[in-house]
């Protein structure tokens, strides 16, 4: 007896020492990733340890500590967020514009401390969320919000999921409580990603990098949190040290510890190397793949900060100079309505053309009625124009001293401006739809021309322009209908369309017709995570599908699944298991998925796996590889065709040259610039041939 619990006693020893082993491992792996940018294990490895930690934990849960990178996947769900009190208050900064404004702020520095000169550490300001961290005896224990600055919401769970963020700091001499603040933001590639996922699933876009972060930190579902890509900067320290005693020490120190600093900050002598800080990153900033929208300066000797103290809402030793966001001033033509395939209805303010940064503005979006109603528009105003976040343009104010005398409002529209139906708003959304969505035409020909996109059923020999006469003719209406064309319909159909000043005829010839129908036939071996995500579900979005097809398997399985049972698929939230009843009770979309059925589409995984686009199983050969595909392959189809093999035989997309980076696949007359990093970086540079060759391997 005795030996037998010995027994059991080494063996959980053994279990917990792996625990550890495992967690010390996957936080240096996680810090070598996404805050050195050197990772020195791929994406596949990496997964398999962390799977290895999550199945121990699972069994032996009284050894999980509270810093595991397990945590980073979310999974808890938070209904209401606690609010907690700030031990010292997040203040703001003191804002300007001007140059002479931060003269006049040196010069109260300066007199305030008796001195000609004081040494600045100039930061950048980051357009994210402020943070505080809190740290008990290394581990991270609270995560809070800026709030009214006095007190913040804690988001601990989901801050949990952002991977910059140490969990733990292992580092002697760490003070038992660490406080230290920082900024959390979104860099545009993953803001691009989210806001495509979005308007494919027929939600709202964002309107910038920022609110899609204080959007997505306000999750119940730190799961879903995890898949926004959240990165941070950490910039200050809130707990005194007696060796720290410059800002810039401090800085240093918290790079030491390993938390994410950002490389730009500067310790400037005098006002002149701020302005000349300050004027390279005016000219740089669009270059980093994150907004800022200004300068922090911060008087650099800790002693001085304290002396200086602190106004009821500023630090006196600290301003922040923002950049003037490019704005212009233009006509405002007229108001007119999209209606895209969900029946959702845009406002989009069409201006006179007029150059604002770099490109060639002429609409704008107006998001929705509450953002017309706010900017009062009036027939004939005059209205400014911005980048928001650098990215979307949009209308911020309107030139009253320019509004014609007894000028009408503008007021959003009651009734679809393509079919006529009234318009209807959920109490809980922002948005107006058509319900009409049998009928409309818009909602008709985006429906079916996210059917044939790419990342969907990959028609491509069809288009906007021959999804539209086919549509105006009567031959379509639903997507089931293109599998009854026949080559007798389609031959001689012709239609002239207008696009900037020049007449574009459309026409069915014998070949056209041969390469729609062909490429129709083809369809129907793609697989069934695409034919889901084809259909247009609204907030179904490609992820979603893909994680709903593997876990349901079949069409049948999930049209007869439950909201529970939808409700434990990873990433199906309230909103969108609603969603996917209400498209399974609807007698036309049944109709739909029946004829779909009976033309032969894949409606199941087929045995064996995920399908690949042949029907077959892809494989995973790829699994854990980062690519960049660049240059020409014969066609644009043909570069299409590559990165799709990419993604489905497991590897991951990238579209810039890093150190991340495993494999360029590279055509002809790519960018030299990529070809000379990837180089420069060591990293191997394929052709389509070596590349066909890797997948060809895995059989």
Same mark, same amino acid.
């Given at each position: 007896?005795?030996?037998?619990? $010995?027994?059991?006693?080494?063996?959980?020893?053994?279990?917990?020492?792996?625990?550890?082993?495992?967690?010390?491992?996957?936080?240096?792996?996680? $810090? !070598?990733?996404?805050?050195l940018?050197?990772?020195?294990?791929?994406?596949?490895e990496?997964?398999?340890?962390?799977?290895?930690?999550?199945?121990?934990?699972?069994?032996?849960?009284?050894?999980?500590?509270?810093?595991?990178?397990?945590?980073?996947?979310g999974g808890?769900?938070?209904?209401?967020?606690?609010? /907690?009190?700030?031990?010292?208050?997040?203040?703001?900064?003191?804002?300007?514009y001007?140059?002479?404004?931060?003269?006049?702020?040196?010069?109260?520095?300066?007199?305030?401390?008796?001195?000609?000169?004081?040494d600045y550490?100039?930061?950048?300001?980051?357009?994210?969320?402020s943070?505080s961290?809190?740290?008990?005896?290394?581990?991270?224990? !609270?995560?809070?919000t800026?709030?009214?600055g006095?007190?913040?919401?804690d988001?601990?769970?989901?801050?949990?999921?952002?991977r910059?963020?140490?969990?733990r700091?292992?580092?002697?001499?760490?003070p038992? !409580?660490? &406080?230290?603040?920082?900024?959390?933001?979104?860099? @545009?590639?993953?803001?691009?990603?989210?806001?495509?996922?979005?308007?494919?699933?027929?939600?709202?876009?964002?309107?910038?990098?920022?609110?899609?972060?204080?959007?997505?930190?306000?999750?119940?579902?730190?799961?879903?949190?995890?898949?926004?890509?959240?990165?941070?900067?950490?910039y200050?320290?809130?707990?005194?040290?007696?060796?720290?005693?410059?800002?810039?020490?401090?800085v240093?120190?918290?790079?030491?510890?390993?938390?994410?600093?950002?490389?730009h900050?500067?310790?400037?002598?005098?006002?002149?190397?701020?302005?000349r800080? *300050?004027?390279?990153?005016?000219?740089?900033?669009?270059?980093?793949?994150?907004d800022i929208?200004?300068?922090?300066?911060?008087?650099?000797?800790?002693? $001085?900060?304290?002396?200086?103290?602190?106004?009821?809402?500023?630090?006196?030793?600290?301003?922040?100079?923002k950049f003037?966001a490019?704005?212009?001033?233009?006509?405002?033509?007229?108001?007119?309505?999209?209606?895209?395939? =969900?029946g959702?209805?845009?406002?989009?303010?069409?201006l006179?053309? /007029?150059?604002?940064?770099?490109?060639?503005?002429?609409?704008? =979006?107006?998001?929705?009625?509450?953002?017309?109603?706010?900017l009062?528009?009036?027939?004939?105003?005059?209205?400014?124009?911005?980048?928001?976040?650098?990215?979307?343009?949009?209308?911020?104010?309107?030139?009253?001293?320019?509004?014609?005398?007894?000028s009408?409002?503008?007021s959003?529209?009651?009734?679809?401006?393509?079919?006529?139906?009234?318009?209807?708003?959920a109490?809980?959304?922002?948005a107006?739809?058509?319900?009409? @969505?049998?009928?409309?035409?818009?909602?008709?020909?985006?429906?079916?021309?996210?059917? *044939?996109?790419?990342?969907?059923?990959?028609?491509?020999?069809?288009?906007?322009?021959?999804?539209?006469?086919?549509?105006?003719?009567?031959?379509?209406?639903?997507?089931?209908?293109?599998?009854?064309? =026949?080559?007798?319909?389609?031959?001689? %159909?012709?239609?002239?369309?207008?696009?900037q000043?020049?007449?574009?005829v /459309?026409?069915?010839r014998?070949?056209?017709v041969?390469?729609?129908l062909?490429?129709i036939?083809?369809?129907?071996?793609?697989?069934?995570e695409?034919?889901?995500?084809?259909?247009? *579900?609204r907030?179904?979005?490609?992820?979603?599908a893909?994680?709903i097809?593997?876990?349901?398997?079949?069409?049948?399985?999930?049209?007869?699944?439950t909201?529970?049972?939808?409700?434990?698929?990873?990433?199906?939230?309230?909103?969108?298991?609603e969603?996917?009843?209400?498209?399974?009770?609807?007698?036309?979309?049944?109709?739909?998925?029946?004829?779909?059925?009976?033309?032969?589409?894949?409606? &199941? *995984?087929?045995?064996?796996g995920?399908?690949?686009?042949?029907?077959?199983?892809?494989?995973?050969?790829?699994?854990?590889? !980062?690519?960049?595909?660049?240059?020409?392959?014969? =066609?644009?189809?043909?570069?299409k065709?590559? &990165?799709?093999?990419?993604?489905? @035989?497991?590897?991951?997309?990238?579209?810039?040259?890093?150190?991340?980076?495993? $494999? %360029?696949?590279?055509?002809?007359?790519?960018?030299?610039?990529?070809l000379?990093?990837?180089?420069? %970086?060591?990293?191997?540079?394929?052709? &389509?041939?070596?590349?066909?060759?890797?997948?060809?391997?895995?059989k």
């Amino acid at each position: 007896m005795e030996t037998f619990f $010995y027994k059991i006693v080494i063996q959980m020893e053994s279990v917990e020492q792996k625990i550890k082993e495992l967690t010390a491992a996957l936080h240096a792996h996680n $810090y !070598r990733y996404y805050v050195l940018d050197q990772p020195t294990i791929s994406d596949y490895e990496f997964d398999l340890m962390l799977k290895e930690l999550q199945e121990l934990e699972q069994a032996y849960p009284q050894f999980r500590s509270p810093d595991s990178p397990t945590q980073r996947v979310g999974g808890s769900v938070t209904k209401s967020f606690a609010h /907690v009190r700030h031990e010292k208050p997040m203040l703001s900064l003191g804002n300007t514009y001007s140059e002479e404004d931060l003269r006049a702020f040196d010069r109260r520095v300066c007199t305030a401390l008796g001195l000609e000169q004081v040494d600045y550490v100039c930061e950048l300001k980051f357009d994210g969320i402020s943070i505080s961290l809190q740290y008990e005896n290394g581990v991270l224990a !609270r995560a809070v919000t800026r709030g009214d600055g006095v007190q913040g919401d804690d988001i601990t769970a989901n801050v949990r999921t952002v991977r910059s963020i140490p969990l733990r700091i292992d580092a002697v001499g760490l003070p038992p !409580r660490l &406080e230290v603040r920082g900024e959390i933001l979104m860099p @545009h590639q993953a803001f691009e990603r989210l806001n495509a996922e979005r308007a494919e699933a027929g939600e709202p876009l964002f309107a910038n990098p920022r609110n899609a972060t204080g959007g997505s930190l306000k999750l119940q579902d730190s799961a879903e949190v995890a898949q926004r890509s959240l990165d941070a900067f950490i910039y200050f320290l809130n707990t005194e040290l007696p060796q720290v005693h410059t800002h810039f020490e401090a800085v240093a120190q918290l790079r030491k510890w390993q938390f994410k600093v950002s490389e730009h900050t500067a310790l400037c002598h005098g006002m002149e190397e701020v302005f000349r800080f *300050i004027r390279t990153w005016d000219e740089k900033r669009r270059e980093l793949p994150f907004d800022i929208d200004g300068i922090v300066l911060k008087v650099n000797d800790l002693q $001085y900060q304290k002396q200086l103290g602190f106004t009821a809402k500023t630090p006196r030793w600290a301003i922040a100079y923002k950049f003037k966001a490019e704005r212009v001033c233009t006509l405002l033509k007229e108001v007119t309505y999209q209606v895209g395939r =969900t029946g959702a209805v845009t406002p989009v303010a069409n201006l006179q053309p /007029v150059s604002l940064a770099g490109t060639v503005v002429k609409r704008a =979006t107006l998001h929705n009625a509450d953002v017309m109603r706010q900017l009062d528009l009036h027939q004939g105003d005059w209205v400014y124009v911005e980048k928001g976040g650098e990215i979307i343009p949009k209308i911020v104010g309107v030139d009253l001293s320019r509004r014609p005398a007894n000028s009408q409002p503008i007021s959003f529209i009651a009734s679809c401006p393509a079919c006529g139906a009234a318009l209807v708003r959920a109490e809980e959304e922002a948005a107006h739809y058509c319900p009409n @969505h049998a009928l409309c035409k818009p909602q008709i020909k985006g429906r079916i021309e996210h059917f *044939i996109s790419r990342k969907a059923m990959n028609i491509d020999s069809l288009g906007e322009g021959k999804v539209d006469m086919l549509v105006e003719q009567g031959l379509i209406s639903k997507a089931a209908d293109l599998y009854d064309l =026949t080559y007798d319909q389609l031959i001689g %159909l012709e239609k002239s369309y207008q696009m900037q000043d020049k007449e574009r005829v /459309v026409s069915f010839r014998d070949k056209t017709v041969r390469n729609i129908l062909d490429g129709i036939a083809r369809s129907k071996e793609v697989p069934f995570e695409r034919v889901l995500f084809a259909l247009g *579900i609204r907030y179904v979005g490609e992820t979603s599908a893909r994680k709903i097809a593997r876990h349901f398997r079949s069409m049948n399985a999930l049209a007869q699944a439950t909201k529970e049972e939808l409700l434990t698929v990873e990433d199906v939230g309230e909103v969108m298991a609603e969603s996917i009843l209400s498209y399974f009770q609807e007698d036309g979309n049944l109709q739909t998925l029946y004829s779909l059925s009976e033309h032969g589409l894949q409606f &199941e *995984i087929k045995e064996g796996g995920m399908s690949g686009p042949d029907g077959t199983g892809a494989g995973n050969a790829l699994q854990g590889l !980062r690519f960049v595909v660049s240059g020409s392959f014969g =066609t644009p189809q043909r570069r299409k065709e590559i &990165e799709q093999m990419v993604v489905e @035989h497991g590897g991951e997309l990238l579209t810039s040259v890093s150190s991340r980076l495993n $494999y %360029l696949v590279a055509g002809e007359n790519m960018g030299p610039a990529k070809l000379a990093k990837a180089q420069q %970086l060591g990293i191997p540079i394929l052709t &389509e041939s070596e590349f066909l060759q890797m997948l060809a391997a895995e059989k």
